[in-house]
């Protein structure tokens, strides 16, 4: 054996081992187990990297070029393709794209390019041996200057970007907050958010994406309570002027899945309080405090409790819950636990620039451009910014500093810009969108009714065959959608803009009752009981209890009621899939102005053709913008056309409270006496101390107005304790936190201006309007207004009223005088009416000789009897497109006649009194007290002596629907009648001061007109005052307070 042989066998000293010595161990050790999974890792791989918009993306292109490879070439999908059957697949393509714009003819070149960078990079990843070579790119750019030529591209953006700044923003949000406070809402919950939402975004300067969850992403990427640090300086008073914000975007666009690659910006309240609708933090103080996320029902509270922790920090509840949430239903609310996606803050600034009447395209990606131009024109100064001056002082080459090395060196840009871009109110940039000069034309135009010819114009249009028949609500509702978009379009073409210069946050393009001062309800509020919190302490919630929306899109039942209606959809007579698709038709999940820079969730222009994919089929057939939901709001939101618009924006430092009417909320004031019922509190504290700010912010977290039909309607109940909140109006309301109990909305007579009739209802409103005029206000202005309140003595009886004696006795008469009886006329024996106005009704719909009845507009075909008015008039509406109500009269059953009192005087011999009585019972009073009758026999002899007449009473005007319920469905299914059945400021000044009241009275005594003989405030009695009287005793509480601790 030689020396070599027995020097290479001897045993070798480790030492302290080889670098890499212990995985290399693994390897060997797992050798077996690894051979087996790697193999099953390679073929596992498929074509999908990136986010998940972009993996969509992808895959959409490879189906199709596989599909046209497979059926049109013939190809097999095993060998790789050319760029010959590049350039054929996409010259097949690009005629069978629809357009997702409204009157764009061809795809967009942009979509082109990415379809090319799809395949060769899927050719690259199939086959090993495909390669592109420059003779097939400079063939395909050939081909696409032809293509480009010949006008089956659109080369460049399609859409027109738009730049939302300070200025604008501003204008915008103030408009927004006074609609919906002067307008109502069924929950100011949501305005808070919402405003919060577009005020945020705008203020961070980033992306939807990078707050809100992107579309395609499952997990908890999205801004949470813990990304922001809300805390007081060292030393600092507990003051809101002290308090300091930092916002961590934990997953902003590109680094959704990288570690400590978060952005960071600062905030602070901003130095204007007349600004402090647009203060990030003010909005989130108030959301958090109507909704329960911190400790404290005020804004003071939140700051001592911070003051007295040692990190002086705002305590966030619920730190992982998302900031921005999806809204939920029943009641209309903010879902806490579940986070909603960009789309949200898109529709929020649509139907703001609708509000505010921007002559230009409000989107989400608006507000980015706006905040990158007002950055770009800050006054010069020092920002300790990643310079090339840093990248040589550290050594960085340049392409270190291009990789962004040295800006992650640097670290964040600690300047608050959003109070910068405030400085001295902002400033208005030339290419930012102007303003409407007549801010009411472009609802005037815009909600005017949809009609059957405008419907079937754009099916013809769009090429359809269909009939209109034919159509579902959906469809329906969609077309209704492009034809308002398109009177929108129309409409900023032809409007004449503000002049240059002229400030926009100055002058409000709407009207507000109540400024951006402490608001005060209309009327007061039941006191709560128990406890109605509503919250779950911080140590019963877990992480696990968190909800997440996997795929959410706009809901449309969660809107705000001013944009589809009031509770509409709550009655629509339409399955989940049905109102599911609805949301994705009108909400289309890309709105980005043609911009690269948009979410990358949300496909870009450049990806248009990925669009059929990602909704349904309801989206595939009619997508539409969110701008069109705005364009289908209720016309009970329009402003009316006699309210005065301010010219200067009003200092909050020399405004108090808006007065507020106390009495009677049914009922009409006398304004020589009306200010015996004002309450007004005193002037707000100088803007220059912190308190003001406090004062606005405390006054939005508790203001708890609410606007809805159903509330309206069981608020009595709620308020004489007769329901639980539960069990009543709590399923259209929000309590506890710093809210206030919920209160009515109240409606005031749009159709005189001097008349201060009021009532939570709007069929009473309705009914009013019918019959007031100039005279009739007045008289009543006149006459001593009758503030006392009388009340039912029947035992178990809360009935209240300061309608008069006539209201209190028509109560004892319909309630407590009646004897439930089924129908004299035999039909149903079984059903028993309890109350006198049920009974009325239905005399008039089954026993009047008018109903049921069939159509009797010529060649209608229809064979079915229609039950009611209602019924027929919605016939006549759908099937003959008789959208006016004067239109349909000729065509209703005619009215029988019937008696008609006679004014005139006592008739009894011997009498002396030459008193006109104006009415029956006028005369029966007569009867029983002057000349001591007895009830019965006073009756005999009125019906023996008194002179009546035949008259025909004149045809109600009526929509298509009946009651609130009904009335809403319809308007879910078709809006042709809104002109009519909701109140608008157009619709109220062209109706007819002759026109009827809109219930048929059968009484002998009540007026026709619906109004007393004196032309006094009160109105005939109806069956829905009553439901009302509780409000009214409310307010007449409040104007005669006096009064009432007598009566106790």
Partial sequence: MSDNHGH??????????????????KIIADADKDRVSSLEALEGLKFETGPPGVRAIKSLWTARFNAFR????????????TGTDIIRFLDSVIGKLDAVDSGKPVPSLSIIHTACNVLRKYGEFRWSQFTSTPHDTARLESWINRAVENKRLVKGFWRKSTWIGFVTLSRMVRTFLQHFISRGTDNFDLVVYKCLSVVLVAALGCRGGDVAR?????????????????????????????????????????????VNASQVRYLKPLDDSELIHVDPIALLLVHCLRNGLVQGTTVQEILNDAAARPDRHVQWKYPDRPVLTAWARRPKRCDLDTVTGPHQITNTIKLMGMLSVLLGRAYGHALRLGAARDFAHLPSRKTHASTDEVRNYLGHSHAAAAAGTTERYVG????????????GGGVQHHREPRFAVDGFAQFETVEQPVTREEIQTELDENGSTRDISSLTIIEKKTLHQRVRRKRLEAFNQSAMAEPRGHQPGAAPSLPMSHPLTPISVNIPHRPATGNVNGTTPISEKTHTSLRTNDNDPTDLWTLDPVILDEDSLEQVDASESDINALQAVVFPANDDGGTMDSDEDEAPDEYEGLRGVATNAAMREFDEEAAGVVLGMSTTALPTARTAVPTTRTSLSTISTTSVNRTAPNTRTSPATSATAVIVSAPLIPISVSSAAHEWIDSYAKYNV?????????????????????????NHSMRGNSRNEPSPYMFHCRQTPACTYRTIKLGLLEQHEGSCNDDLVAAAAHEEPDTSILRCHHPGCSFETSSGRRSLE?????????????????????????????????QIKMHSGRWPAVCSFPECTEQKQFKDQHTLAYHLTKAHGLTDAQARLPYLPPIPAKRQWVVQSCFKSGCTNTTMMPSKSRMLLHLTSYHKLETDAADDLIEKNAKFEMVIPKARVLGPAGNAKKRNKDRAFTDADEAEDAP????????????????????????????????????????????DDAPSRLANVQAAPKKRKEKK
């Fill in 70 to 81: 497979t059926h049109v070439l013939q190809q097999s999908l095993d060998v790789p393709f």
């Fill in 8 to 25: 290479n066998s001897a045993p070798t000293k480790r030492g302290r081992g080889r670098p890499g010595q212990a995985s290399i161990d």
């Fill in 214 to 258: 992107s579309n395609g992403y499952k997990g908890r990427e999205y801004l949470q309570y813990h990304h922001i640090e809300l805390y007081l300086e060292s030393g600092a008073k507990p003051e809101y002027k002290n308090l300091r914000g930092i916002v961590t975007l934990e997953y902003v666009k590109g680094s959704k899945d990288k």
């Fill in 412 to 423: 964040d840009l600690y300047r608050e810009v959003w109070n910068e871009r405030a400085e």
């Fill in 810 to 842: 028509k109560h004892r008469q319909d309630t407590h005088d009646w004897i439930p009886k089924p129908c004299e006329h035999g039909c149903e024996p079984g059903k028993i009416y309890f109350k006198k106005s049920a009974y009325t009704d239905h």
């Fill in 706 to 730: 609410v606007k809805n039909s159903q509330f309206a309607t069981q608020w009595k109940e709620f308020y004489n304790g007769e329901a639980s909140f539960d069990e009543s109006v709590g």
């Fill in 984 to 1027: 608008s400021a157009h619709g109220a000044a062209k109706r007819s001061k002759k026109q009827t009241s809109v219930e048929e009275d059968e009484s002998e005594d009540a007026p026709l007109t619906g109004i007393t003989k004196k032309g006094s405030k009160k109105q005939a009695p109806s069956k829905e005052n009553k439901a």
